[in-house]
Nanobody
Framework: QVQLVESGGGLVQAGGSLRLSCAAS?????????MGWFRQAPGKEREFVVT????????YYADSVKGRFTISIDNAKNTVYLQMSSLKSEDTAVYYC????????????????WGQGTQVTVSS
């Protein structure tokens, strides 16, 4: 079993920055895996934000965050980070970290493990 714990959410003004962290624990990570960030705003479906391979070699961003968000992974700490800059009000959502054993994908249904979510609120 895998546990994912997100942190770093909060309230920020438009144009500001936040860094989210997702620490993974539990099952050993000796297999190829992928991490992803998704978000869900009230009344909306869960939306893909970004995904990264365990090696960090493969990264895909949603068009809506490309150029503003940066994902990175620290395998030694089993932690993935999401640096969010130039935040907009439309970035307001609960952000979820997810993990799957396999290659990267933007489909949230293909992720097996999820964190509890962290709220990001951008005020305009």
């Amino acid at each position: 079993q895998v546990q994912l714990v997100e942190s770093g959410g909060g309230l920020v003004q438009a144009g500001g920055s936040l860094r989210l962290s997702c620490a993974a624990s539990g099952r050993t990570f000796s297999y190829m895996y992928a991490m992803g960030w998704f978000r869900q705003a009230p009344g909306k479906e869960r939306e893909f934000v970004v995904t990264i391979s365990w090696s960090g070699d493969t990264i895909y961003y949603a068009d809506s965050v490309k150029g503003r968000f940066t994902i990175s992974i620290d395998n030694a700490k089993n932690t993935v980070y999401l640096q969010m800059s130039s935040l907009k009000s439309e970035d307001t959502a609960v952000y979820y970290c997810a993990m799957r054993f396999g290659s990267v994908t933007s489909r949230y249904t293909e992720y097996n493990y999820w964190g509890q979510g962290t709220q990001v609120t951008v005020s305009s």
